[in-house]
């Protein structure tokens, strides 16, 4: 697949009749991925959603939940807009899903611009409203401003962490970064940072999105020695439109690998073909990683089900027999064309 891992006597001879012959017998040998052993349970999923913010967006989202519903994910978790700004939108999202569905939610919760005090209130909201997990996070300021603590706020997760263990007996997950947190001032300083969430009382960390598989093995190898241990789940993003995602990952500090951009070099105007590349990327980097013995996702869908539903099928994770039609395709339909 890489002209680069090919011996030079090789690369030099493309073209000609001879190419594949020569190839073949002076090229690696690349063995294929194992085929998931039918008696293997299969991985443990969860589904990241964000807070709609009109009507049409909330069908949207509302189509994309009950297509994932019957997927039996551990979880399902709504983040929490920068700055806070979605606090109502969130708890209002996160509420309907305890009251509706069979899903168990957990929402998102950020130290940003709320003191102790009023986030501590939030919180003790949840619970009263049936939600036992938090995913606890620092949060980020508004673009091109530095972070601050609020003067009578949680600093940094670890912090908030804390805090949360003093409101209820929440179950806790936390931010981990395969490739630094931009503001890190080392990565072992990254490290220490997760460890101090996980003794604070977290019990599993959830990664930023990363490409390149190696990077998140590299991790779990570090976060290892380092002592933790912890699960670390991969966040693991299906990517539909490249522009988007490249624009976003500049933003968090994701690196975005040349062979990515290659692959969705031409399909600029084809929706559903940067849908199948999409799910084909995805569905290598998720195969790739329950090679390597990986046995939980977590799946950032941007509230649009039809990439995370099929990658979910290659992983064997299957609906019971007589559920899950397509009774929500018009919906995924809305939803794709909208952010396309
Ligand atoms: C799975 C996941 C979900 C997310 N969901 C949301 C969301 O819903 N809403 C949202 O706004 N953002 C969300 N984010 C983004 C996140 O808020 C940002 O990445 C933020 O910049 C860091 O949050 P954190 O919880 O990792 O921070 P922290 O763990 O507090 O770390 C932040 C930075 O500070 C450093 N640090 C920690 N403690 C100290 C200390 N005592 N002194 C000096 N430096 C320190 C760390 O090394 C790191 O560089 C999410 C990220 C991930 C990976």
Redesign the pocket.
Known sequence: MCAAALPPASRLSTGSPDATLERWLTGPRVAGLPARDREAPPPQLSFEFFPPRNAALEAQLWACIRRLEVLAPRFVSV????GGSTQSRTHATVARIVRETRLVPAA?L?CIGASRQEVDAIAQQYWEAGVRHI?A????PPPGEAYTPHPEGY????DLVAGLRRVAPFEIS??AYPET?P??LSPE??LD?LKR?LDAGASRA???YFFETTTYLRFLDRALAAGITASIVP?IMPVSNYAQAARFSAL?GASVPAWLGHLFAGTEGDPELRRMVGVVIAAEQVRLLQANGVDEFHFYTLNRPDLTYAIAHILGVRPPAGEGGLASSAGDRAGAAETD
């Open positions: 983040t929490y807009g920068a998102h950020t995913v996070l620092r949060g980020d600093a940094y997760a670890a936390v931010a947190h503001a890190a300083a990254d940072n969430k959830i990664t930023q966040g968090c």
